[in-house]
C-alpha cells in the first residue's frame, strides 16, 4: 500500500480538481482490516491497518479535528467487500481542501461570490401561484437573515433576466465567505450544490438548519416531481449529492474558523 490512492483510484492525476473526481470512477476491493486515526503534527491523521491514507497529490489524509477525522475512519470502516468512493464523501472533501482549496483559496472565494451576485434565491417564478408561495415560504427567511443580521438587502426578480444587485449587499455577504481553507471547501461545495451561496453561507452560519438549507435548495425539483412524477434516476442522483453535501455540514460544524474581513 505504497500509494493508497493510485491503488484504488487509477494512475495519478496532476491536477487536483480532477484528482478529487478521480475518486467517483472506480472500485477496488477492500484490503484492510481496520481504519484508525492517529494524531500528528496538530492534525489527525486517518490510517488504514497502522498505515497512512494520501491524497491523489501524495499529501497526508489529515483533518484539523478529532470528530471530523473519526467520522472520515468511520467511512472507511464502513466499506465492505469493495471500497465504494460515492461512500467517502469525506475523504473526498479532504482531497479537494488538502490538494486544491489551500492553494487557490482567493479563487474558491471570488467563485462564492459570483453566486452572491446572481444567488438562486433572488430569482423567482412568477407563476404558478402555489410555486411562487413555496419559493417565498422556503426563500425568503434566509433573505431576512440576511438583510437583518449583515445589512445586505437583494432586488429580486422574477425569470431568468440578470438583475444587478446593490454593492453593498454582495459587500455584506462575502465578509462572510469562510477563511480557513476547510470551511471555505464546505462552503464552496455547499454552494455548488445548492446554487446558492445565501444557502450555504445561512448553514456556515448555523442560521438554518441542514435540512431547512436542503428544502430551501430543491423548491423547484420538488415542484417538477410533484407536477410530473418521480424519476428514480434523479431521486438516485440527489441522494448521492446529499451525502456530499452532509459532509460539507459535518466540516463546518468541526471545524471552527473566522471569515474573510
Not at 476491493?29 to 488504514?48: C, H, I, M, P, S
Not at 434566509?142 to 444587485?165: D, M, P, Y
Amino acid at each position: 500500500m505504497t500509494n493508497l490512492f493510485e491503488d484504488i483510484f487509477g494512475e495519478p492525476v496532476t491536477d487536483p480538481n480532477e484528482a478529487a473526481r478521480e475518486t467517483m470512477r472506480a472500485r477496488r476491493r477492500r484490503f484492510y482490516a481496520n481504519a484508525t486515526v492517529r494524531a500528528t503534527d496538530g492534525a489527525f491523521a486517518v490510517e488504514l491497518d497502522g498505515k497512512p491514507v494520501r491524497t491523489p497529490a501524495r499529501r497526508l489524509l489529515a483533518f484539523p479535528t478529532l470528530p471530523l477525522a473519526e467520522r472520515a475512519a468511520a467511512e472507511w470502516q464502513s466499506q465492505v467487500a469493495f471500497i465504494d468512493p460515492a461512500k467517502l464523501p469525506l475523504t473526498r472533501l479532504a482531497n479537494t481542501v488538502i490538494d486544491a482549496v489551500e492553494e487557490a483559496h482567493a479563487e474558491v472565494a471570488a467563485d462564492i461570490a459570483r453566486y452572491i451576485a446572481s444567488d438562486l434565491l433572488l430569482y423567482r417564478a412568477d407563476g404558478p401561484e402555489r410555486l411562487v408561495a413555496r419559493q417565498h415560504c422556503e426563500w425568503d427567511p434566509i433573505l431576512a437573515w440576511a438583510r437583518e443580521a449583515h445589512g445586505a438587502r437583494f432586488v429580486l426578480a422574477q425569470g431568468v433576466v440578470f438583475v444587478t444587485q446593490p454593492e453593498t449587499a454582495v459587500a455584506a455577504m462575502r465578509r462572510l465567505i469562510p477563511l480557513s481553507p476547510w470551511r471555505l471547501g464546505a462552503v464552496h461545495v455547499i454552494t455548488t450544490l445548492t446554487g446558492s451561496a445565501l444557502i450555504a453561507l445561512a448553514v456556515a452560519e448555523q442560521a438554518i438548519t441542514a435540512d431547512t438549507a436542503w428544502t430551501a435548495a430543491h423548491v423547484d425539483e420538488n415542484w417538477n416531481e410533484e407536477l410530473w412524477g418521480r424519476d428514480d434516476v434523479a431521486v438516485t442522483r440527489r441522494a448521492l449529492r446529499r451525502t456530499e453535501f452532509d459532509a460539507a455540514v459535518d466540516v463546518l460544524r468541526f471545524v471552527p474558523g473566522a471569515a474573510l474581513s
